[in-house]
């Protein structure tokens, strides 16, 4: 195989503007900038839990919100890099939630991965079609949980 390294593969241009950091895995990661806040919206203490955890660990400020409401207010007010976002709550649930911060201009432009248990092609249809950024199943694990926020939030350059 000569020169080839699975290392390479996951290297980022060391020019870049953004500063990266050797995760504990071995994987490169991006240093988020001091203020990078990540709202998680879901009605389950422990998902909140694992992902603040998560967020916390890789430099991140973490908001939580348990239903679509909250979701809203905080994301108004604290304007996240980006928005992880449960599709059964109680309330507002995760797809009119989204609809509505798709409306408002404070909102608008922040991506929303939505989250679920479920992994049907209709559920990936609708948040299509809502306008959602990315889906991401349950279980997650952290390596995924950082793809899918550096690909959305780093590559788009939004922080």
Do not use: C
């Not at 504990?24 to 879901?42: C, E, G, H, Q, S």
């Not at 995760?94 to 408002?104: N, P, S, V």
């Not at 249809?125 to 279980?139: C, E, H, S, T, Y």
């Amino acid at each position: 195989m000569g020169n080839f390294s699975i290392k390479k593969l996951f290297r980022r241009d060391r020019a870049r503007a953004v500063h990266i950091i050797r995760d504990r895995r071995r994987n490169f990661r991006t240093v988020p900038k001091k203020d990078a806040t990540v709202l998680v919206v879901d009605d389950s203490k422990t998902i909140r839990f694992a992902l603040k955890k998560m967020l916390s660990q890789g430099g991140y400020q973490v908001l939580e919100a348990d239903n679509g409401e909250d979701a809203i207010a905080l994301a108004r007010n604290h304007g996240p890099v980006l928005i992880i976002m449960d599709i059964v709550m109680p309330g507002l649930n995760g797809f009119q939630a989204t609809r509505r911060m798709r409306k408002m201009d404070e909102t608008r432009e922040i991506p929303i991965v939505i989250m679920s248990g479920n992994k049907e092609a209709t559920e990936s249809f609708w948040i299509q079609r809502i306008g959602a950024n990315d889906f991401m199943g349950k279980p997650f694990n952290r390596r995924d949980l950082f793809q899918r926020l550096e690909w959305i939030v780093y590559e788009n350059e939004i922080i």
